[in-house]
């Protein structure tokens, strides 16, 4: 079965740059797609397709995927950007697959 | 606006049934790829099942064969039938909103219903 892995955490200071990895066997052949969730709320859709911003996801959200990483990049990370971090792909033998999630912490 | 609002969940014992239910306004359940993520307590995101909207199911290996994904196109509205269920299964369940393609993300989410298997 298709796996993508993500570190646990990430420490940032507020202003600046985060970026949270989401490896997976040739998942630069597949879409990413990353998912923000903040303690008892339902995940939210902050990239698609790589690096495809959905409507109301701040400019300071970017995506990249190739090879067997994709990334996610918070530039001039803000306190409310503190939250866990799901990527996720589409595989014919998973189908919907997530990663485990990485915890991102503003301090 | 599209949403999404699960119900159904609660308490059950082991071995017990529940069905919940995902009624979805804005959007047409039928032509959408529907599925349903759980998130045990202090745990991931993990993908339980999809259906497509050509009417085939997926499951993941941790619930084939005790749980049923279905719709009802006259009520737009996603069900999950879970039977047999174990203490494992012990998560907020979300109904999400895959759009018309594999590669779609899930781009609406529901608010979540807790279901507990305990005795």
């Known amino acids: 079965s298709y796996e993508l892995t993500q570190p646990p955490s990430v420490s940032v200071s507020p202003g600046q740059t985060a970026s949270i990895t989401c490896s997976g066997d040739?998942?630069?052949?597949?879409?990413a797609s990353w998912y923000k969730q903040k303690p008892g709320q339902s995940p939210v859709l902050v990239m698609y397709q790589d690096n495809k911003r959905p409507s109301g996801i701040p400019e300071r959200f970017s995506g990249s995927n190739s090879e067997n990483t994709a990334t996610l990049t918070i530039s001039g990370t803000q306190a409310m950007d503190e939250a866990d971090y799901y990527c996720?792909?589409?595989?014919?033998?998973?189908?919907?697959?997530f990663g485990g999630g990485t915890k991102l912490t503003v301090l | 606006e599209v949403q999404l609002v699960e119900s159904g969940g609660g308490l059950i014992q082991p071995g017990g049934s529940l069905r919940l239910s995902c009624a979805a306004s804005?959007?047409?359940?039928?032509?959408?790829?529907m599925t349903w993520v759980r998130q045990a307590p202090g745990k991931g995101l993990e993908w339980v099942s999809v259906i497509y909207s050509d009417d085939s199911t997926y499951y993941a290996d941790s619930v084939k064969g005790r749980f049923t994904i279905s719709r009802d196109n006259s009520k737009n509205t996603l069900y999950l039938q879970m039977n047999s269920l174990r203490a494992e299964d012990t998560a907020v369940y979300y109904c999400a909103r895959q759009g018309a393609g594999t590669v779609a993300p899930l781009d609406s989410w529901g608010q979540g219903t807790l279901v507990t298997v305990s005795s």
């Open positions: 040739k998942l630069g052949d597949k879409y």
């Open positions: 804005g959007f047409t359940v039928s032509t959408n790829y």
């Open positions: 996720q792909a589409w595989d014919i033998s998973t189908h919907v697959v």
